[in-house]
């Protein structure tokens, strides 16, 4: 019984750790999308007006709509929407303060 029950708790891990994982490779995909949006933006506003409030301001804007779309691009990508990443990080943060709680 202990030994089903320990089997299973690593697979639970290992299933929670994977979901972690793969929340952490999507980052890449948000910052891509920010960088790219950032600097397309800019160059327009500063292709066609010249002025430089409004390239800092199609900067910051094109940073968090391409932020946004390669976070949603991300999510179908991984299938992050089938998984709670939400629960994972919570249980990881948990198992994480049982650790340090241990140790000290």
């Known amino acids: 019984m202990q030994r089903g029950l320990t089997m299973w708790l690593r697979s639970s891990f290992k299933g929670r ?3 972690l994982k793969t929340a952490r490779e999507a980052v890449s995909f948000a910052i891509t999308g920010s960088v790219i949006g950032a600097a ?3 160059g327009v506003a500063w292709k066609y007006s010249k002025s430089p409030h409004g390239t800092a301001l199609s900067l910051g804007a094109g940073a968090v709509f391409g ?3 390669g ?3 991300a999510n179908h990508w991984y299938q992050l929407y089938r998984m709670d990443t939400m629960a994972a990080q919570v249980k990881f943060m948990e198992w994480w303060e049982r650790k340090s709680e241990g140790q000290s």
């Open 40 to 42: 397309s933006t800019a």
């Open 67 to 69: 932020f946004t779309f």
């Open 17 to 19: 750790l994977r979901c």
């Open 71 to 73: 976070q949603e691009v």
